[in-house]
């Protein structure tokens, strides 16, 4: 009776799950369909979804793929349970098996692959088992009555085999030799970009995970407690025996309690194992968390953090992937809703930060202020003056504390090292050279920073500036930023109260954030849709919208915002179609902090700019279009600046987000440009000192 009960139980949950799941299928399925419909009738999705790599451009109706921890059928939600529990890296999750690569052994069945399940296995019946065991008996019979043909056609291909397996031997004991250090890289390059993909759970993948729990839960206490009424003798026992397990561990406890502590001292880690792994549960089940550390740690390159404090008490991190001996250094400055992580999100072979610091160069990454975590000096400080700041924040609050610590630092570092040579530095104050890589509203701050310390006849430490579709000038922009324009300039005294700040301000919703990109990447016809919009939005710009809000950086422990000042800042600049400082609003204001009725005017003083400046423009960018780009540039050739313009095929995120080998290239080059000129003032002086003598 009870194998019966257990049996049925047992085909009863399966049924349930199946249906449950099916169910919910077919549901998504419709969602993603409709949605590949709407995005069949959209125009301009080609522009909008081109050059995104693995984006399904013509989607079909396809279901959805079950979750990573469902990959071998429902039967394999104890293994998950009991990985997760246990010992479970993340980085090692295989995404979804196409059931292609996996063997078919006794007591597993491959289901033919249909729409909505790609391909699994599961358990066989008894009633299987039996049938595959008949049959097995059979083809043995069969084989034995066969043996003597075997034997006599078998041997001489046998003979042969043997002679051809040893002629070869020695050819492939070399070749893989030789490649035994190509695919040891490979399968670096591998682990690599597997620990770089997306370690997310999607809402969706939650959604069938809390379904199995729940099925799972409601079954085994149905199962118990038929358990209990059908074998009471075995339920009063296990009873029994488990009320002397809990009175003798009390016993047990009570005597460890009396007995005397001694302190002892291991030679482990700090940190214990199980907040390790608790932490790391944390993460399997929420979101990806990752921080710039732990993607600069896990690639094998070296890591450290500098905490710098701004003159108005604002913490910055000042992140860094140090070369301490090296003479050049470079100073990568992310844009609006960044951070530091844009440069290494691509991993080695497509991240700026890795390219430099493999060039030779020690690698400084700069944070603005505007994180969620919102660090002060002042613990007490409201979120209302927290995001009091705009864009003049950036250029002459955050850049200057955040350049000084880098150039405080590199000139201990090289003084301590006995590196330092007048006869090879022009400047002995400094003996390195200093280069900037900024993007979006990082070029802008740079600019911003460089006159702003001319005026203030300081030094701004800085031999060249790398600026990629720098902001500034935005009065040829979509008509989307008109209207946010208008809405910042009219609404501003109604606006700036009640939003100081433009961010996502609970954990609930950052994790929702987050998980939802993962979802949008697992349904192409759902994903190709939302970014149709996002590109809509901004004008047609086909960054990958939907790939960059599953960045780490962008979790549910912290995420960038973006002050509203900074909003009203851009608005002013597009209205008043120049680069200008922030407008307070009264002649007063102004006077008071800039000694004139009006705003700075950024752009008539590029005169000031005594560093090579190289400009970099987006023809596909449609957030700042290349021909404010080129304003830009003609300011700067119409007053003196050394500057270059080049343009490629990209759209605004591509050039931190995308992996481009071409971009990388250029970057580079211009960043050799200052090394080569060094070398030559170094070569110039030498033979001026030979001269001499």
């Keep these: 009776m009870q194998r019966f009960v257990d049996n049925f139980l047992a085909v009863t949950k399966e049924s349930v799950k199946t249906v449950t799941y099916e169910s919910l299928s077919n549901i998504l399925r419709l969602i993603n369909g409709i949605s590949a ?61 196409s059931g292609d690569d996996i063997d078919d052994y006794d007591g597993a069945y491959m289901v033919p692959p249909t729409p909505i399940t790609p391909g699994f296995k599961f358990s066989i019946s008894p009633s299987f088992k039996r049938e595959r065991r008949r049959r097995h008996w059979i083809i043995s019979i069969i084989m034995f009555l066969l043996l003597p043909a075997r034997i006599f056609l078998g041997l001489p291909l046998y003979v042969l085999k043997k002679i051809f397996q040893r002629s070869i031997q020695a050819h492939a004991t070399y070749h893989r030799r030789a490649q035994s250090s190509r695919v040891a890289t490979k399968k670096a390059l591998d682990h690599v970009v597997q620990r770089a993909t997306d370690r997310r759970r999607g809402i969706i993948e939650d959604l069938h995970l809390g379904i199995e729990i729940v099925i799972e839960t409601i079954f085994d206490v149905i199962h118990r407690t038929i358990r209990c009424f059908l074998c009471p003798l075995d339920s009063l026992r296990m009873l029994l025996s488990w009320s002397s397990s809990s009175s003798s561990g009390t016993k047990k406890n009570q005597s460890k309690d009396s007995a005397p502590v001694v302190a002892t001292a291991t030679l482990a880690d700090s940190d214990p194992a199980p907040t390790e792994k608790k932490s790391n549960l944390s993460n399997k089940l929420n979101t990806d968390s990752r921080t710039c550390r732990d993607v600069i740690t896990e690639l094998g390159y070296p890591y450290e953090a500098i905490r710098v404090v701004t003159s108005d008490g604002y913490v910055l991190v000042l992140e860094r992937i140090p070369r301490r001996d090296s003479k050049k250094a470079v100073y990568l400055q992310h844009g609006v809703f960044d951070s530091s992580m844009c440069w290494v999100s691509n991993g080695i072979v497509g991240s700026p930060a890795f390219a430099a610091y493999d060039h030779g160069y020690d690698v400084f990454l700069g944070n603005f202020r505007g994180l969620v975590s ?26 200057p504390a955040l350049i000084e610590k880098v150039h405080e630092v590199k000139t201990s570092e090289l003084k301590s090292s006995s590196k330092i040579s007048t006869n090879e530095e022009s400047n002995p104050d400094q003996p390195y050279k200093l280069c900037a890589i900024c993007h979006s509203l990082g070029g802008a701050g740079i600019l911003m920073y460089i006159i702003t310390r001319r005026l203030e006849n300081k030094t701004h430490r800085l031999s060249r500036a790398i600026c990629l579709s720098p902001a500034g000038f935005h009065h040829d922009s979509p008509f989307f930023f008109t209207v946010i324009e208008y809405t910042c300039l009219w609404l501003a005294p109604i606006l700036a109260p009640i939003v100081p700040g433009l961010y996502i301000p609970t954990r609930f919703f950052r994790m929702l954030i987050n998980k939802l990109a993962r979802d949008l990447q697992n349904y192409p016809a759902v994903g190709g849709l939302v970014q149709t919009i996002m590109g809509y939005v901004v004008g047609g710009d086909s960054s990958n919208w939907i790939g960059v809000m599953g960045l780490p950086h962008y979790n549910m422990n912290d995420m960038p915002g973006v002050a509203f000042r900074v909003a009203r800042h851009l608005a002013q600049i597009k209205h008043a ?117």
Aim: hydrophobic residues 35%.
């Design 37 to 97: 419909l709407l995005l069949k009738f959209l125009p301009g999705k080609a522009s909008i979804l081109e050059g995104i790599q693995g984006w399904e451009l013509r989607p079909t109706l396809r279901g959805p793929r079950f979750p990573r921890w469902m990959e071998d059928g429902v039967s394999s939600f104890n293994h998950f349970v009991h990985e997760l529990s246990v010992n479970y890296d993340p980085a090692s999750t295989v995404e979804y098996s």
């Design 374 to 399: 919102r660090e002060h000096i002042n613990k007490n400080l409201s979120s209302r003056e927290y995001w009091k700041y705009s864009i003049n924040e950036h250029g002459t609050q955050d850049l």
């Design 577 to 693: 179609k120049k680069f200008v400082m922030f407008d307070y609003g009264s002649r007063e204001a102004n006077t008071r902090v800039y000694g004139t009725p009006k705003p700075l005017d950024l752009g008539e003083r590029y005169n000031l700019i005594d560093i090579p400046v190289d400009l970099v423009a987006g023809m596909k960018d449609r957030v700042i279009l290349p021909s404010m780009i080129r304003n830009h540039y003609r300011l700067m050739k119409d007053n003196g600046v050394k500057a270059s313009y080049k343009e490629f095929e990209y759209a605004h995120l591509d050039f931190t987000f995308s992996h481009r080998e071409e971009l990388l290239e250029y970057v580079m080059s211009r960043l050799l440009l200052v090394d080569s000129k060094r070398r030559a003032l170094s070569l110039k002086k030498k033979d001026e000192i030979l001269a001499v003598k």
